[in-house]
């Protein structure tokens, strides 16, 4: 009897950590001890690990086995070390041989028949093996096209436990390989061009698109506003190939992905209803914290409909991911942090009745005021884009005007993208769009003339403007800039941009 080790992975949120496994084998009451912080989940693995070694034609040790997690300090918990758990003490116990589990990371849970069953978050825990040196991966055969998204790993998928084990004996032909990906067909998208009037919200959604802005649409039911957030997906260009496996990671650790469809290439797209808690919107759970949908929605667009209908602590726990572009979530396991990078899109009625003409209202000033305050005045402040919406007043396209179709707005979205980019990456910056960019930055190495800001200028020394929104106007106009194709914003996009944040929501 001996010694022998084996490695898998630790996930807090989508950043990994590779774990040793050791197995000691030797003298002694028969007992199996699991040391290294486990968690419930991974504590019971020691039984699992047990029946899924004898249910595959092998025999657990009858001598005291001791398995050390290393980080020995870290929390562990989760179910993906079983694999490794079950390679590392029959190595120890001489059983199979040890030579290949040197630099090769083993992810799956067993099922008490041997079956290696598929867990959440393989993708980061490869990419965290990737950098620690592991050099070759086995993982469930389910998750091989998820898995195959990371270079520069070999990768090897298993179906039952006597796979593994017949391939450490030297068999190499019983694991499968990564299948060769597949063309992933676009999902089709809705048109533009099936929203009826509303110039003024069209306008918004293509500046929101161009320059990845946040966005309130305010009318009366009807109107539009749900499919004009739904079609802003189809404006936004596909994500690079960073952004992609950035969004599959949240993904992968949500439980989101599938062999078909295992890499998120198009910009997600996230609605809530009013009812969600503060712990699905941003994250949550024991232990360590799962993904929320403004993760979920990471480089994508989260959309809020009846935005008045949330709970004002609701709303205001998306103060700090519209500001960041993440969220730090602290629990009993540690704290972990995910991407949120996401456009917000937000509609909501002016008031409770809500009538097709506002003339037709029957509330009141005080409730049409108490209606619009649930929106507080620091979220609004973070909202780039307001707009009223136009009550519908015809049902043919000919009396409405004839709207134009996604593709079209789309040419001058991904124009005007490619300006800002573009720009920004000439003098050495990585942001891809003019919401990433410091107010900072704008202020001192991109300022405008005098003339041009005057506007906001006014609006700071009136107190109608916070700092932060004159960097939001700031940053709008650049947008409107880029949109007209101009080398630098005029004093006439500053104050469309201010325009922009002076419309009201009631």
Not at 23 to 41: S, Y
Not at 271 to 283: E, F, K, N, R
Not at 345 to 364: F, G, L, R, S
Request: charged letters at 20%.
């Amino acid at each position: 009897m001996g010694l022998a080790r084996s490695w898998s992975v630790a996930l807090f949120g989508v950043d990994g950590l590779a774990v040793e496994i050791e197995a000691d084998v030797g003298t002694g009451q028969p007992k199996t001890q699991l040391l290294g912080l486990p968690d419930a989940a991974l504590h019971e693995s020691k039984e699992r690990v047990k029946a899924a070694v004898r249910n595959s034609a092998e025999e657990w040790p009858k001598q005291r086995v001791v398995l050390g997690l290393s980080p020995a300090a870290m929390p562990k918990g989760g179910s993906g070390y079983d694999l490794a758990i079950a390679c590392a003490t029959l190595a120890a116990a001489n059983t199979v041989p040890s030579e290949r589990l040197a630099g090769t990371v083993l992810i799956g849970e067993l099922a008490l028949d041997g079956r290696v069953r598929a867990v959440r978050g393989v993708l980061p825990s490869l990419l965290a093996a990737r950098r620690a040196g592991l050099c070759r991966a086995v993982v469930p055969t389910e998750t091989l096209p998820e898995a195959a998204l990371v270079d520069g790993v070999e990768l090897l998928g298993a179906t039952r436990l006597a796979e593994v084990l017949s391939w450490l004996r030297g068999a190499d032909d019983v694991l499968t390989s990564p299948p060769t990906p597949a063309e992933q067909p676009l999902p089709a998208s809705p048109d533009l061009e099936d929203v009826l009037g509303q110039p003024e919200a069209r306008w918004a959604l293509e500046v929101a698109a161009a320059g990845a802005h946040h966005l309130l649409l305010t009318g009366p039911p009807g109107t539009g506003k749900t499919m004009l957030a739904q079609r802003l997906i189809g404006l936004l260009p596909p994500l690079t190939n960073d952004e992609a496996l950035a969004v599959t990671a949240v993904h992968s650790v949500a439980g989101m992905l599938t062999p078909e469809s295992p890499l998120v290439t198009l910009p997600p797209y996230v609605s809530l209803h009013h009812s969600t808690s503060i712990a699905a919107l941003v994250g949550g759970g024991a232990g360590l914290a799962k993904p929320g949908a403004v993760s979920r929605a990471h480089r994508g667009v989260l959309f809020l409909d009846e935005a008045c209908e949330f709970g004002p602590r609701t709303l205001e726990a998306l103060r700090t991911a519209l500001e960041e572009g993440e969220v730090r979530l602290a629990r009993r396991d540690g704290i972990v942090r995910y991407p949120a990078r996401f456009q917000l899109v937000m509609a909501t009625n002016p008031c409770p009745c809500a009538p097709p003409k506002e003339i037709d209202c029957c509330c009141t000033s005080t409730v049409r005021r108490r209606y619009s305050a649930k929106l507080s005045g620091p979220l609004l402040d973070r909202v780039d884009l307001r707009v009223r919406m136009r009550p519908l007043t015809a049902m043919t396209g000919a009396e409405a005007g004839t709207p134009e179709p996604t593709g079209l707005v789309r040419e001058r979205v991904l124009k005007a993208r490619a300006r800002a980019t573009a720009r920004w990456s000439a003098h050495g910056y990585t942001w891809t769009t003019n919401a990433e960019v410091p107010g900072p930055v704008l202020r001192r190495e991109f300022a405008l003339p005098r003339q041009s800001t005057s506007l906001l200028d006014r609006g700071l020394a009136s107190g109608v403007l916070t700092g932060r929104g004159a960097d939001r106007c700031l940053r709008v106009a650049w947008t409107l800039s880029d949109l007209s194709e101009s080398d630098r914003p005029t004093a006439d996009h500053v104050a469309a941009a201010l325009e922009f944040r002076e419309r009201r929501s009631a």
